[in-house]
């Protein structure tokens, strides 16, 4: 593994070797020839039928040379709020072809360019940071979606990390687990060298540009994302608290079990 050094960030590990320029080239090609598919999709999870934006995600992960690799079982009810670790950009395409799932994001993202108006179509739910009118509409909206049997996707760390830790969950998204009975599936996600070694270059922390970290990912010649389903935790005589310290007890336990096996 080399070491490489960024202005604002931490030493973050990549493979050996770089992935060769023209090949890096190429899958930016492939990428913006398959983005023009994902306008006339229909973006909104529905769990009455087959999702094509999960697919599109799934093609759009192996033009980047990232292989999903998932483990653990799926839970027998369809409404649930996934629960991950939160590591890079990458996180909601994996998830996304993973799950048909609504993500619950920050507003700001409501207002960029072609990612806003997308993410609204694809049932995304905006939470103002610093207000409570707006985190109720959240619990309001994530509700009726739960109804309709979709999952809900958060990440409770509120940022993101090289993957090298977990921080502490924040406790208030969990109302929805105790408040509609709804478990939370507890996710845990990984990025490695296909020889098992774990890649933090893929990271996106702090305030780093997007295109610094697609750039880090294009060098990569393969990446391994692992992913681990832990059992759900159901919130029956838990409180919000105890729910968001047994899920990221799950997702910490999930990341051990990637990290110790091959």
């Known amino acids: ?20 320029v023209f090949v890096r080239i190429a899958r930016v ?19 009455e039928r087959t999702d094509p934006l999960s697919r599109w995600f799934e093609t759009s992960l192996k033009i980047l040379g990232i292989e999903v690799r998932a483990s653990g079982e799926r839970p027998s009810a369809t409404a649930f709020l996934i629960v991950a670790n939160h590591i890079s950009w990458l996180d909601i395409l994996v998830l996304r072809s993973l799950f048909s799932t609504c993500f619950i994001a920050k507003e700001e993202i409501a207002r960029w360019p072609v990612v806003g108006p997308m993410a609204r179509e694809a049932g995304t739910i905006f939470i103002g940071r610093n207000s409570l009118s707006s985190f109720r509409e959240t619990l309001s909206a994530s509700r009726k979606s739960l109804d309709r049997k979709i999952p809900i996707t958060v990440f409770p760390e509120g940022a993101t990390t090289t993957g090298d830790r977990l921080l502490p969950f924040k406790t208030g998204v969990f109302d929805l687990c105790t408040e509609t009975g709804s478990p939370a599936l507890p996710v845990s996600i990984r990025y490695e060298t296909p020889g098992g070694l774990q890649l933090t270059s893929v990271s996106y922390t702090g305030d780093e540009s997007f295109f610094r970290s697609f750039g880090r990912t294009l060098r990569e010649p393969r990446v391994v994302v692992r992913v681990y389903l832990s059992p759900p935790v159901f919130p029956e005589g838990k409180t919000r608290r105890a729910m968001a310290e047994a899920s990221r007890e799950a997702v910490e336990n999930g990341l051990f079990r990637l990290s110790s096996s091959r």
């Open 29 to 47: 090609l492939r990428s913006l020839w398959h983005f023009r598919h994902i306008f006339s999709l229909d973006k909104a999870p529905d769990p």
């Open 1 to 20: 593994m080399t070491a490489m050094s960024f202005d604002n960030a931490p030493s973050l590990t990549a493979s050996s070797e770089a992935t060769p």
